[in-house]
């Protein structure tokens, strides 16, 4: 049987993604066929469709030309089959997750790459949560070890990770400062920020602030001035930005934290079940809700990819699929 889905065999510039008759994938035994409602664009489709930086193809993506012919990462849709050794799904379940393919009608995925949709969330908020929000509870929980009343303060609030960022914080009691530019600071107070500071009239660095926590999602500042707005024993979080913001964190990050009690690195996300499950529990009780910005049909999918490349999206963008 065939299926629709948004592919490409060569790195380019979003045109190089064409929507084609494309075969649709048979679970294997450990798989759940899921049909496709809803996906949603991240940095990593477009750096994919580029294959820039060039690091991200000697990182299994494929030197020459791409390795995964339909990238969407994050999924959200009804299981239509089921493999044989599949224990926690059946036909007709509605699920949200993350593998490579969400670009197409129907994707095949090992079941512990999904978890049951929440029921009182939408597919494509369902689709805007996998990759963002995850990066997110990762970087404030597992790296920044956050608690309840500390500071913490998200530089790149407004972004499909930092809006997920500023309300997984608040859910964790903290004290939310969002940083982000002037025509999205209504947003990001709308979703639970404390203080807002817009990056085009204030430098957060230098305004002798303290943050127990500080969570660069998106933007720039030099490395030392992040440790500045730390307090004694603060910890600084990168999982986004410019290259000159990662490779400061991944590579003057650990030397600065071997001197005195501030702690500053970089955080890569590992899309699990469990976080999957955890997000799941903070949807349902209505402590984060997803900011959608634009949705697009599947065949627009390179227009999307433009989009989110411009680097403002207001939340997340979402790819509507296939209405259930
Ligand atoms: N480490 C990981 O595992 C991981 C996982 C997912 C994503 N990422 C990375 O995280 C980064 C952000 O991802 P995303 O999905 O949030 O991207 P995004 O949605 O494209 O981010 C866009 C947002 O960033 C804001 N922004 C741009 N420049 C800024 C600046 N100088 N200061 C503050 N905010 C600024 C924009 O606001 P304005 O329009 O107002 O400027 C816009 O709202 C990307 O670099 C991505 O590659 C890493």
């Not at 204030?202 to 992040?226: C, M, V, W």
């Amino acid at each position: 049987m065939k299926m629709k889905a948004i592919v490409y065999t060569k790195y380019g510039s979003p045109d190089v993604l064409e929507l084609k008759e494309v075969e649709r994938p048979t679970p294997k035994d450990n798989e759940v066929l899921v049909k496709v409602h809803a996906a949603s664009i991240n940095a990593a489709d477009w750096h994919l469709v580029r294959g820039k930086p060039f690091l991200i193809r000697l990182m299994g993506y494929g030197l020459l030309k791409p390795k995964i012919k339909i990238l969407g990462a994050d999924i959200a849709g009804r299981v239509e089959a089921v493999g044989r050794n599949v224990k926690q799904f059946q036909p007709g379940d509605d699920v949200y997750g993350c593998n490579w393919g969400s670009f197409a009608e129907y994707i095949a995925v090992p079941e512990d790459a999904l978890v049951l949709k929440p029921a009182n969330v939408t597919f494509e908020e369902s689709a805007a949560v996998p990759m963002a929000a995850v990066t997110a509870l990762q970087a404030l929980r597992d790296k920044g070890h956050i608690q309840p009343g500390q500071k913490v303060l998200i530089n790149g609030a407004s972004g499909g990770v930092g809006t997920f960022a500023v309300q997984i914080a608040k859910s964790y009691g903290a004290e939310v400062t969002a940083v982000c530019s002037s025509g999205k600071l209504d947003m990001v107070r709308s979703i639970g920020a404390d203080h807002v500071i817009d990056y085009t009239q204030e430098d957060f660095t230098k305004s002798g602030q303290r943050y127990d926590l500080i969570h660069a999602a998106n933007g720039y500042h030099p490395i030392l001035d992040y440790r500045c707005a730390l307090s004694p024993k603060g910890i600084y979080v990168m999982t986004g930005g410019s290259m000159a913001q990662l490779f400061q964190a991944m590579l003057l990050g650990p030397l600065i934290s071997m001197i005195g009690s501030k702690k500053m690195g970089f955080k890569t996300a590992k899309i699990c079940q469990k976080d999957l499950a955890f997000m799941k529990e903070l949807l349902e009780a209505g402590k984060v809700k997803p900011v959608i910005d634009r949705r697009y049909p599947l065949s627009e999918v390179p227009e999307a990819i433009r989009y989110l490349e411009e680097g403002h999206a207001r939340g997340k963008v979402v790819i509507s699929v296939e209405p259930l």
